[in-house]
């Protein structure tokens, strides 16, 4: 592979990386600590748009995983400010929870099922059929179709939960029209993250348990990979993609090494 420069900005997945099943993964709290006290600039990127930052800051603290709340980035987020930049103070039915509508509404968007500009799909706990009804006849009917995430299923204590891709393919299957994903593997995801971090592609660094999200998204924006695997993907399905990770590590404990205080210059 081509040598690449000094990894001086780290983006990282959160679950399956630095958590699992609610509880921290060995190594975790070690590189946030050295991230923090290396002045390196870092973002922990999620493509679930259920929790404010604050709300993930909080849970993640209360695990003893001290990440300051603009040091989180999620695929509402990410979704709030393409649709600014799309199309400035404009409207959409949401169907989500805080983390999504709160992001909408500080982005300066209306939420309304009265001709919207958007619908715009997020992750909820309680996917409602009178929603997503709407939702199809408003797609139906003119407006243009957004999720924040592709992830067809999401997990529970008691198992698998169908999350944002799964719905959206019913609304699609009902209307014809395929949503735009903004989250993860999505480069804009990753983009944004950068422009929030001030970093470069060719001296960041994307950590990730999955091949199908966090590597692909890191590769297409050319970054430094590493795959966890503590997390979706195993080790022996690595082989099975037509991209490779840069770096296949255990756990986040063996990425510590990483972190160095070299300059990217």
Known sequence: MTERKPIEYWLSDMDGVLVHEGSPIPGADEFIRRLTASGKRFLIL???????????????????????????????????????????????????????????????????????????????RTYSFSQITRAIRLIERGARFIATNPDPIGPSTEGSLPACGAVAAMITKATGVDPYFVGKPNPLMMRTALNRVGGHSECTAMVGDRMDTDVVAGVEAGLETILVLTGVTRKEEVGRFPFRPTHVLPSIADVLPMIGDRSCD
Not at 80 to 89: G, I, M, S, V, Y
Request: charge should be negative.
């Open 46 to 124: 999620t493509n679930n748009s259920i929790y404010t930052r604050r709300d993930l800051a909080a849970r993640l603290a209360s695990i003893g995983l001290d990440v300051p709340v603009e040091a989180i980035w999620t695929s509402a987020l990410a979704t709030a400010q393409f649709l600014a930049d799309q199309r400035p103070e404009g409207s959409a039915y949401v169907i989500g929870e805080a983390g999504l509508t709160t992001a909408l509404h500080e982005a300066g968007y209306v939420l309304t099922d009265i001709d919207p500009d958007y619908v715009v799909l997020g992750e909820t």
